[in-house]
């Protein structure tokens, strides 16, 4: 199922869309179904999940940490396909988020099928862009895939352009420039960046623009939703489980809460 | 004139930085969005820099004035005797910082001045190419950061300090092995946030386009010097151009030149750790598995998820387990030859350069040395008395002795025997 499935159905109650990620694998391949089963209960409308890579470039100390848990714990791409068959399960579009390596060491096509055999929606590619990812292009056309490719400040209007035609189910609008974390204050980028987006995107498709990078709570996630079509949410969650690593209970318990805060501030646009 | 950085060669990239095309060939671009405009710019602003006689004039004086550029090719008597072919050194040692690293870095902060950036960062692993960051950021007054893994940190003390004294700030990596990979994750990481008035040195001929060409143009210098200095001093060609290979930068740096002289005989050496079959090496292209690792399409070093495994060797400069797409491409299409040399040979290598001709090379050079000594009987056979071998001595071993002490057990009563 395309996430665009999740995006008009929010579209539809006037509120933005909530994305929650989360790596494979961490705590615990369990653990991850678990956490991830968790927010779509309490209220994520996406789900990301994320393909722990030994050297991932995007991702800030927190996630790094959890990525690098989920390694040492022995974490296989196969598992990926576990926890993305579990949590598809429940109904919620979800997505893979992936530093590129790992599907070029597979195969591409291979990748992509096992993907949509698992029930997965597509990928979030946050260190390819379009121009160099022909090979994933036609793969996901092949199967109706979402693809998801990333935008950024420093973007131009022709790249934005370039991008957005390549993007289905919605594009990724990184809102600071930096890597993913939490930080105290929103970015003053992200809604320019979100408008140039919305101006850019092929006429006719009403692409939604998720925005993620830095958001942590609701108050948070309501400014951006003022704005955008869907608020990803990352780093947070995965801090609620670093926070709480020794009790699982207290840890999911958290995570509910966090998950309604947030689904509370995207219904407060 | 010493380098000739404007032109081209058959076995360049083409302008999306493929190198032997995008279906079959190395390099591309495969970098987050945020850094796309960063590396476009980056981009042009070489293609500018380097058709400017003004920007060339600038960067040969400053070699010449600063760097102590060209070196010499120097004659090996005694080791041509031991190798009964006629060794010629390029002896990039001599250069200010003692490595041809210089080079790349100089090149790169003239080009960030150019630019208008005000900070440069860079990435090391044993120190090498971070000390030679902070002394082109000492020289034109920019702001230096070095991110450096944590192990080696630890390791390196002496170059965190020479950083430090020339008022670099040295950022230690904790993350993944605490190695050089980690140190470009986090270098590419800073520079995400702090694209629009930073430039990133990258320190060797790999890494997202422009990178590979950009280090290349740079670093070719030590080919183009000697190609002359052969001609002019020895009387012609050498038959073979030798040098060990990493990243790959002094590698580029010296077989460039050579590259249309379809009559050489190019030959790559990386480091073979305990010996290829053991698993434990840093012989990428050897282990011939083409991945996407740090910007670029090459051989890299990964298990069968893709993950990065983790290179050995004794040499902290060649201990990386990916390498210059050029080289993945001069690799396949079968213009230069790539083996490896094991930690064992390279430590040989390093005792009798030592002794045979009072020059102590880095490690690294010592690949390279120890590979020539390995090729010497069928270049010999090929191309008769008086065949030519020229080796790029690319850095003196002044930073190994620790390793030497302990290798050799210099310290111990037993001085001078081999483990």
Redesign the interface.
Known sequence: MSTSVAYAKAKAENRAALVGYLPAGFPTVEGSIDALTTMVEAGCDIIEIGLPYSDPVMDGPTIQDAVQQALDGGVRVDDVFRVVEAVAATGVPTLVMTSWNPIDRRGVDRFAQQLQDAGGSGLITPDITPDFAPEWIEAADARDLDKVFLVAPSSTDERITMTTAQCRGFVYATAVMGVTGARAKTSDLAAPLVARTKRLSPAGTDLPVGVGLGVSNGAQAAEMAAYADGVIVGSAFVRTLLDNRSDEQAALKALASLTEDLAAGVRAR | MTTHIHETTSYDADE?GWFGGEAEGFG???????????LIELDEAWQGAKADPAFVAEFDAILRDYANLPSPLYHATRLSDQLGVRVLLKREDLNHTGAHKIRNVLGQALLTKRMGKTRVIAETGAGQHGVASATAAAYFGLDCTVYMGKVDTDRQALNVARMRLLGAEVVPVP??SGTL??AI?EA??DW?????HTAYLFGTAAGPHPFPTLVRDIVRGIGDEARVQAIEQFGGLPNAVVAAVGGGSNAIGLFTAFLDDEDVEIHGFEAGGDGFETGRHAATIQANDP????GA?TY?L?D?????IESHSISAGLDYPGVGPQHAWLAKSGRVSYTSITDKEAMDAFALLSRAEGIIPAIESAHAIAGAIKIAPEVKERHGEGATILINLSGRGDKDMGTAIEYFGLGDSKQGEAQ
Not at chain 2, 28 to 38: I, S, V
Not at chain 2, 291 to 294: A, D, E, Y
């Open positions: 999306f591309g671009r495969f970098m987050p969005e945020a850094l796309m405009k960063a993350s993944g990979k980690d994750n590419l990481r995400v946030a702090s694209v629009d991945g996407v690792l740090h399409r890299v990964q069968e998820d893709g993950q990065t």
